[in-house]
């Protein structure tokens, strides 16, 4: 997992825009080993982690589940509930106590209709994350399963 961290919500969007998305947040905290979702749940919001640490993991039949990234300040938990059908590709459990900021996905969503730049540069900053998970997943699962694991140096 060498891929450079993405960028988080503060240094990806436009001034105007965080104020816009950060008007909508509500302040949340979660205790150590909360699970925040399962995969194949419904997207229904997402999170900006304020302080903590989240784990990203993906059911692998006949094993445990694989952890596929890490993420902490300033990084979004969650991108499913930008792209239909807004249901979970992984699942999220906090590994220390966390404390984060709370979205609603379909105000978001709405918001984002209503002014297209807006929904522009948020599609942007989340396809941006998303291929970086994708990455990163694929990464993860060839070291955890291929016989000669992903060929990356660690």
């Given at each position: 997992m060498n891929a450079p961290p993405t960028p988080g919500m503060?240094?990806?969007?436009?001034?105007?825009y965080r104020a816009r998305l950060m008007r909508m947040a509500r302040?949340?905290?979660?205790?150590?080993g909360a699970r925040l979702f399962e995969e194949g749940g419904r997207s229904d919001r997402f999170w900006i982690i304020r302080t903590g640490t989240v784990s990203l993991d993906m059911r692998v039949p006949g094993r445990r589940s694989a952890v596929i990234e890490n993420l902490g300040h300033d990084e979004l938990v969650g991108w499913s509930w930008l792209f239909g059908p807004h249901s979970r590709h992984l699942g999220a459990e906090t590994t220390s106590p966390v404390r984060a900021y709370e979205f609603d996905a379909v105000a978001v969503r709405s918001m984002c209709q209503d002014d297209p730049a807006l929904g522009l540069a948020v599609a942007q900053w989340?396809?941006?994350i998303v291929a970086h998970r994708l990455r990163s997943?694929?990464?993860?699962?060839?070291?955890l399963y291929a016989p000669y694991g992903s060929g990356s140096l660690h």
């Open positions: 503060m240094r990806a969007l436009p001034v105007e302040e949340v905290s979660f205790p150590q989340v396809g941006d997943a694929r990464t993860r699962l060839l070291d």
